[in-house]
């Protein structure tokens, strides 16, 4: 005689549900590769117009990656990773300040649109003035590339609390540091991702910006100098090296996201 079988029973547990969708995304990224080099290979092959194909890339990484390219590549990271690690706190801060603190709000949202609306390539000829073509150049320009997404991001997570949170916080007494610790800093949490993760994609071309434009090394100057020569396949090893690294600081951040706030990961899988 079978046992009765609940209305529950045959749901898959949450983990088994996540390790199949990922197991399917994977799939899906690798053929997609596969037919994306495999078309470029054959097209760039044979069409001039490709100026390189997968093979030729290859062939110029086992020459250039170790002995060129990434020491370069060393340059623009430590650039990159101490302008990021300038512009985080900054950007946290003067966001849920602007968020929770009103005359913060009045006072600085006109001097951070008109900041953020203006390109940083504009910015250069008066930063190389101030600073010269040296390495706080190029902290500065990751610097200002991201501090301001991480602050309008930051604002707009504080701002918009859920109202009942908040009346429940206060119900308990809670005063106004323990809202901000218990309530509103959790409920921001995705906002101050997204805004890191679009301060991350302006950085990187921030700082490749920099180094194209005034600087004596760095992954944009190697790029500079290969195209420079037409050596194409080289400044590809360089775009290849570039665009491996921040998939896997993307993947990196999303991974500490997922472990900061655990709540939402239900809500993606849904």
Do not use: C
């Not at 609940?6 to 898959?12: H, V």
């Not at 008066?126 to 991001?153: D, H, K, M, Y």
């Not at 679009?198 to 090394?217: D, F, K, N, P």
């Amino acid at each position: 005689m079978s046992a009765a079988v609940g209305p529950y029973d045959s749901l898959q547990p949450t983990s088994r549900i996540a390790s199949r969708f990922a197991t399917r995304k994977n799939a899906l990224r690798l053929l997609s590769l596969i037919v994306v080099f495999s078309v470029w290979e054959i097209l760039g092959s044979s069409n001039p117009f490709f100026a390189s194909h997968p093979l030729a890339i290859l062939e110029a990484a086992q020459a250039d990656l170790i002995p060129v390219v990434l020491p370069a590549f060393v340059t623009t990271i430590i650039a990159l990773a101490t302008g990021l690690a300038i512009a985080t706190p900054i950007g946290v801060g003067i966001g849920f300040a602007m968020g929770r603190i009103r005359l913060m709000d009045v006072a600085l949202t006109p001097y951070i649109n008109a900041i953020y609306a203006t390109p940083r390539i504009a910015l250069i000829p008066v930063l190389v003035l101030w600073l010269g073509i040296s390495f706080e150049l190029r902290v500065t320009i990751v610097a200002l590339g991201a501090v301001f997404p991480i602050i309008i991001n930051t604002y707009a997570g504080s701002k918009h609390v859920d109202s009942e949170l908040l009346d429940t916080g206060y119900s308990f007494t809670a005063n106004s540091r323990q809202i901000l610790r218990t309530i509103v800093m959790p409920s921001s949490l995705p906002f101050i991702f997204a805004g890191f993760r679009i301060g991350i994609g302006r950085g990187v071309s921030g700082v490749i910006v920099a180094e194209m434009t005034s600087a004596l090394t760095g992954l944009g100057r190697i790029m500079i100098e290969n195209a420079k020569y037409l050596q194409i396949a080289e400044v590809f090893v360089s775009i290849m090296v570039l665009g491996i690294f921040s998939l896997f600081l993307f993947e990196g951040v999303a991974r500490v996201q997922q472990w900061l706030t655990p709540w939402g990961n239900t809500e993606r899988l849904r």
